[in-house]
Nanobody
């Protein structure tokens, strides 16, 4: 069973930065792609960013220019560097890993942007 563990969340002031990390229990080479999603209170879970096995990246409009997704194959991690954070970025952030016939989710890490 694949396990994904997110870390790096916390409380940050508006305009600040955070780096989230997702560590997989197996080689991330095994996944077709890995994503970050987020879910704010009272809202549906929404897609934030994707990185494919080949290293291609894509971003939701909400994070373009502020968020950067990256991976470290040796450490089996996928990171989300977030900058210029806004109160609207407050949410639980989830890591997702996709294989051909199955998708895996982490437990999430809370990000709160507040002064």
């Amino acid at each position: 069973q694949v396990q994904l563990v997110e870390s790096g969340g916390g409380l940050v002031q508006p305009g600040g930065s955070l780096r989230l990390s997702c560590t997989a229990s197996e080689s991330i080479f095994n996944f077709n792609a890995m994503d970050w999603y987020r879910q704010a209170p009272g809202k549906q879970r929404e897609w934030v960013a994707t990185i494919t096995s080949g290293g291609s990246t894509s971003y939701a409009d909400s994070g373009k220019g502020r968020f950067t997704i990256s991976k470290d194959n040796a450490k089996n991690t996928v990171d989300l560097q977030m900058s210029s954070l806004k109160p609207d970025d407050t949410a639980v952030y989830y890591c997702n890993a996709r294989k051909t016939f199955r998708t895996y989710w982490g437990q999430g890490t809370q990000v709160t942007v507040s002064s």
